[in-house]
Antibody, heavy 116, light 108 residues
Framework: EVRLVDSGGGLVKPGGSLRLSCVGSGFTFNTYTMNWVRQAPGKGLEWVSSITSGSSHIHYADSVRGRFTVSRDNARNSLFLQMSSLRADDTAVYYC?????????WGQGTQVTVSP | EIVLTQSPGTLSLSPGERATLSCRASQSVGSPYLAWYQHKPGQAPRLLIYGASSRATGIPDRFSGSGSGTDFTLTISRLEPEDFAVYYCQQNGSPPITFGQGTRLEIK
């Protein structure tokens, strides 16, 4: 069974940093492009970032470029999102998702709240 | 960036009725790269349709997708109680990947 487990969310002050993790199991992690998607309160889904299987191609949404960094450790079946210079509008549930290229498997989500 | 506009914003229907959801793109989307997702509160989104018209694994055949170019449709032939949720279209062919703003399907 394909499984993705997100973690690392929490409460952080504006300007702070946070690192999200996603661990995959039940599939060959190092052959898939992985993504981060978020949903702010009362809003729709917003794609955040993608990273190809070997980390050769990385993309970001304009809203996070220069502040967020995506990476992966295929030896540990892990995906990361380093978030810095966090703002109130980064408050959201963050999901990792496997791409085929459709997002066929998702983590359960981790809550990030940016507030004084 | 390809902008996806979904309509209607909210759709109020009764179980057993047919639902038709629309997704219009600001520029042509290759059919292999148009997907539909269902999202319920507190749950992860679920892939319903990929390649504009192919059902994902385990998706009931009451869900169907159609369309090409800039106009796509998700149809639910006979609504079941568990189908009331928010539905999103997505294009994943041209970075940045984009989602529509969603259609909320609510019980009338």
């Amino acid at each position: 069974e394909v499984r993705l487990v997100d973690s690392g969310g929490g409460l952080v002050k504006p300007g702070g940093s946070l690192r999200l993790s996603c661990v995959g199991s039940g599939f060959t992690f190092n052959t898939y492009t992985m993504n981060w998607v978020r949903q702010a309160p009362g809003k729709g889904l917003e794609w955040v970032s993608s990273i190809t299987s070997g980390s050769s191609h990385i993309h970001y949404a304009d809203s996070v470029r220069g502040r967020f960094t995506v990476s992966r450790d295929n030896a540990r079946n892990s995906l990361f999102l380093q978030m810095s210079s966090l703002r109130a509008d980064d408050t959201a549930v963050y999901y990792c998702a496997r791409a085929t290229p459709d997002f066929d498997s998702w983590g359960q989500g981790t809550q990030v709240t940016v507030s004084p | 960036e390809i902008v996806l506009t979904q309509s209607p914003g909210t759709l109020s229907l009764s179980p057993g009725e047919r639902a038709t959801l629309s997704c219009r793109a600001s520029q042509s989307v290759g059919s292999p790269y148009l997907a539909w997702y269902q999202h319920k509160p507190g749950q992860a989104p679920r892939l319903l349709i990929y390649g504009a018209s192919s059902r994902a694994t385990g998706i009931p055949d009451r869900f169907s997708g159609s369309g090409s170019g800039t106009d796509f449709t998700l149809t639910i032939s006979r609504l079941e109680p568990e189908d009331f949720a928010v539905y999103y279209c997505q294009q994943n062919g041209s970075p940045p990947i984009t989602f529509g703003q969603g259609t909320r399907l609510e019980i009338k």
